[in-house]
């Protein structure tokens, strides 16, 4: 007799999960976008030398001309070229976003810390917070400049008020959970030094949320930033900023759109990659998600 065979049943090829699909997505969003950004900042560092002029030199001959080979972005209304302006518009922006996010980091931390860990400081000191937080952010900062100027250093200062309310509010909810772990309470119970019991074993785990909540300060902090100078109480307007040119650009839109456009451009990208870059690092620092996407094959 003949050995009976068993048919060949050929395997399903697995397919890719919902869910691990979506992770390759957000991976690959997060790769793009440190890509952009990077190139933003490379551009911003090196923009002596990415072909540019004086940003704020004035050609009343050249003025209102379309984008061409000697003006790769056209020029503005007082024939600046637009393409320097916004190549230098980007320092001013990233040099606002950046203050503000280490600014309102630390100091939204050590008020943050002192509210969650000391009791009797915590009513008196989240009432005022909570006072700040009623007043918008933007008319706070507009205040703030009329009453001081415009510069901008008076611009990071306006901007970084409204933001320290939720980094302390960040800092105490962390600060609340982590000082009843039992590894605090038994570092209390030898009389470890309150500064070093912060140091060791608080701020530790502030870390990671605040850094996520740095990137959400930067990008909102170069929209602020954009807003007030487009309203004409941001950086003075010899200043070459991407809100300034908007501004002074909105006139002549009908005929000269790139004057507005351009920077408006240049100032959505950068801030959509950093909010992604900044979900990207959440995900990677929540413990939670991680999980989840490492237990993804």
Not at 50 to 72: C, H, I, N
Request: charged letters at 15%; aromatic letters at 6%.
């Amino acid at each position: 007799m003949s050995a009976r065979t068993e048919p060949i049943v050929a395997k399903p090829v697995p397919t890719a999960s919902p869910w691990r699909r979506a992770v390759a997505a957000r991976h690959v969003l997060a790769t793009l976008a440190a890509a952009a950004f990077g190139m933003i900042v490379l551009c911003a560092i090196l923009s002596p030398f990415m072909g540019t002029v004086d940003p704020r030199a004035l050609a009343p001959t050249q003025r209102l001309k379309p984008p061409s080979e000697l003006f790769w972005l056209g020029t503005d209304q007082f024939g600046r070229d637009v393409w320097s302006r916004v190549v230098y518009g980007a320092r001013v922006s990233l040099t606002v976003g950046l203050a503000v996010a280490v600014a309102s980091v630390l100091i939204g931390t050590l008020i943050g810390v002192v509210a969650g860990f000391i009791r009797w400081l915590d009513g008196i000191v989240m009432r005022i917070m909570d006072g700040l937080m009623a007043i918008p952010g933007i008319l706070l900062a507009i205040a703030l400049v009329s009453l001081s100027g415009a510069s901008q250093l008076t611009v990071i200062i306006a901007i970084t008020v409204p933001e320290v309310p939720r980094v302390v509010r960040l800092v105490r909810s962390v600060v609340l959970s982590v000082r009843e772990e039992p590894y605090v309470e038994a570092a209390i119970s030898v009389g470890t030094p309150l500064p070093r019991l912060l140091w060791r074993h608080v701020l530790p785990n502030c870390v990671p949320p605040l850094i996520v909540q740095a990137t959400y300060i930067a990008a909102s902090a170069m929209l602020t930033e954009a807003i007030l100078s487009f309203l004409g109480a941001g950086t003075p307007p010899e200043i070459p900023s991407w809100g300034n040119m908007m501004a002074e650009g909105r006139t002549f839109f009908p005929i000269a759109p790139w004057i507005v456009l351009l920077p408006g451009i240049a100032l959505a990208l950068t801030i959509l990659a950093i909010n992604v870059l900044g979900d990207a690092l959440r995900d990677r620092l929540d413990p939670k998600l991680a999980k989840r996407m490492g237990g993804i094959r």
